[in-house]
């Protein structure tokens, strides 16, 4: 079974130099968390990321490198898919119109903690690309209706 459980707009990308070595940090705002994430787009593959959830449970991912263009106003879907729960940054624009150019940073998390866990490109890269099936069934294309109207 895969849904969609929810999308937010309550989630951020900070993109910053971050050189933390930690796994799990306290800090007064919340925990800083460094795990392996999913990153699917042009240059695929897995990214270490440095996560901090605040206390009101807002993720904030900054790293050592550039995740999206600059432009990109990025949002966030809860995407299950079987007994695992991603957290799943895109620009939905992009996503939308262009899919091709898009770039969706998968996060796993622990479901009710909304602890980051380490994604493992061997088991999870199936769910990931379920997660993308997903994304498309409830974020559709636009792209067909805006060529259509260009061909005319």
């Not at 007064?28 to 206390?55: A, C, E, K, M, Q």
């Not at 150019?101 to 909304?114: D, I, K, L, N, T």
Request: glycine letters at 8%; aromatic letters at 10%; a neutral charge.
């Amino acid at each position: 079974m895969y849904l969609v459980e929810e999308i937010s707009y309550g989630f951020s990308i900070r993109q910053t130099m971050d050189n933390a070595q930690h796994s799990d940090v306290q800090t007064d705002g919340g925990t800083l968390y460094t795990v392996w994430g999913f990153l699917f787009g042009r240059t695929s593959g897995p990214r270490r990321l440095s996560i901090h959830v605040d206390n009101t449970g807002t993720m904030t991912i900054s790293g050592n490198q550039y995740l999206f263009p600059p432009d990109a106003s990025i949002t966030s879907a809860r995407v299950r898919v079987r007994h695992r729960l991603y957290i799943v940054f895109f620009d939905l624009h992009r996503h939308q119109t262009c899919r091709e150019s898009g770039a969706y940073v998968f996060v796993r998390v622990q479901p009710g903690h909304q602890r980051p866990l380490h994604i493992r490109a061997e088991d999870d890269l199936q769910d990931i690309m379920n997660g993308l099936l997903v994304l498309a069934t409830r974020f559709p294309s636009t792209e067909s209706g805006s060529a259509a109207t260009n061909q005319s």
